[in-house]
């Protein structure tokens, strides 16, 4: 029940986090994140670890703008 509701949290999140970004990422990106909340909506119902909600919140955070920078920095 506990893995079930953060689900629910993060799939919210992840939307609120795509509406927030519309303007600030290309389509692809908007893409790769509706994707991942598609992913994730497929799970409601079902049995899922955290951290397997946590690998699809790793990839929707991956997509924000200031963390690939910060990413590329450290990969300098």
Known sequence: MKNLQLLKISIESIKKLRAELHNDIDSSKRKELDQIINDLECYEGQQISPNQILSLIGKALAIL?????????FNK
């Open 65 to 73: 703008p200031v963390l690939e920078k910060i990413w590329d920095e």
